[in-house]
């Protein structure tokens, strides 16, 4: 089977994508040179199509969507893979994707707090009504599409984020895991919850004197968290962009993982966690739920709430064994539900299943 992957976002995920179709299908992997950090981490089995992203409002977004046109006409494949996140630009495209199959993988239906909506629900309509196939990656972003976006329920299937043992690539023998430590990573917006995590902090530290809580990422401006912080001592901030290559560092010196959402569809993190081995605290928001096993690969706490936040982080922390067996129970899930081998078998079983639809369409 002739494949083509195409993403400007969600890099790490569709190189693992196109690395495990490639074991077995020819893949075609077309990505924007300007913005992969690790390009040598692309299988050489991968016929790799390199364009130049420019900023979402600039106007030469029309010559990337021309390259990604001659590509396509170029390579000519069987199905046609999208991953969401092009913004209005990649509609200008989406009617001379017809002549293909064509499946759109929808990472986040809905946009979160503080975010642009409108141009991104109008993309997101264009491609649900161009794909023969969404494939959503958790039971709640597909009843978003299905409830907010007229989504056919037997047009969407589930599969899941895959392993983000990506990182591990970079795990050093040298670094050990720092006593009391939780790490919040990722990017630092309004929906992600950081300020229950920050006052959850004094009610920790009532409880466990050396506790100590990393900040790992960039976002909107810090002082606003900064402010609220009770203990600042108690805080480590990388507050700037976390290359791949310090990312296992991080997750290597963490006890656990704390996820504070108040919003979410589904979260790599988790993933990351587990490929670390270390537990992962949640709020019980979008699918985040769905990724882990409660009190066996981490804990879910209501969101919003810093008490309960609290009170999920100290038991973990008081019970080093138990502690220990949650990650290594994370791990073990990783390797069984989200493993790469899965998941492409998975993509495979929607890619014929979409060839055999749109044939049949050609011909009605």
Known sequence: MRITLITIGFYEYTIELANALSESEDVFLIIPQNKVSNPELISKKVRRLFICKPRMRYPTNLKMIHKIFQYINFIKPDIIHLQSGFGPWICVLLSFFKKYAFVTTIHDPETHSGEEAFYYNLTTKFLQRYSDRIIA?????????????????????????????????????????????????????????????????????????DFKIIIAGRGENFKKYKNIMVNRERFIVVNRYIPNENVAELFQKASLVVLPYIEATQSAIISIAYAFKKPVVVTNV???????????????????????????????????????????????????????????????????????????????
């Not at 597909?142 to 990182?167: H, M, R, Y």
């Not at 023998?173 to 229950?196: A, D, M, P, S």
């Not at 066996?296 to 009170?311: F, Q, Y």
């Not at 998975?346 to 299943?353: I, M, R």
């Open 137 to 209: 990656q958790g039971k709640a972003s597909k009843n978003c599409l299905i409830n907010k976006f007229g989504v056919k329920v037997q047009d969407i299937d589930i599969i899941p984020l895959g392993a983000s043992s990506f990182f591990t690539k970079w795990k050093k023998e040298n670094i050990i895991e720092e006593k009391n430590t939780v790490l919040f990573f990722g990017r630092i917006w309004k929906y992600k919850g950081l300020e229950y995590l920050i006052k959850a902090e004094p009610i920790i530290s009532a409880e466990i004197p």
């Open 286 to 364: 979008g699918s985040l739920p769905e990724y882990v096993d409660d009190g066996i690969t981490g804990c879910i706490v209501p969101p919003r709430n810093s008490d309960k936040l609290a009170g999920a982080i100290i038991r973990l922390l008081k019970n080093n064994s138990a502690r220990k067996k949650i990650g290594e129970n994370g791990y073990k899930k990783m390797l069984k539900e989200f493993s790469w081998e899965r998941i492409a078998k998975k993509h495979l079983e929607v890619y014929k299943k979409t060839i055999v639809e749109h044939r049949k369409k050609r011909w009605v």
